[in-house]
C-alpha cells in the first residue's frame, strides 16, 4: 500500500502530525531518515506527535511511555501498553510516502 501523506518538510528533531481518512501518523526525521508511527498511543489514545523526542525514541506526552521509532517498542513501560504500530516511509519527489504497514 502507498499512501502520499504530504510534503515531506520534516525537519530533523521535529514531531509532526499527519492525516490521511482515519490514519493519523506521527512522523520524525532521526539523524536525516524520515520515521512514522500510528499517532495514536495504544496505552490511552493520546497523540504521539505532541510528545517529545529522545534519540531514537518518542515519549508520549500522558504517561511518559517510550516508543521505539524503528521497531515500535514499548521501551520504557513494558507491560503497560503494547509496542505501537510503525509504517515503512520514504520520501519521494518532496513528498512523503508511506510504502507498507508494519504490525506493531
Ligand atoms: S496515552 Fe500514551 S502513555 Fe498513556
Redo the contacts with the bound molecule.
Sequence with gaps: MRIVLGDADVKEGELRAFEHGPLNVCVARVQGRLKALDDW?N????L?SGGRLEGNMVV??????GFDLDTGENLTSPG??DNQTTFEVTEEEGKLVLNTLTPG
Excluded at 508520549?60 to 511511555?65: I, L, N, T, Y
Design positions: 498511543c496505552h490511552a489514545g493520546c504521539l508520549c506526552p500522558c504517561h511518559e511511555v503497560v501498553c
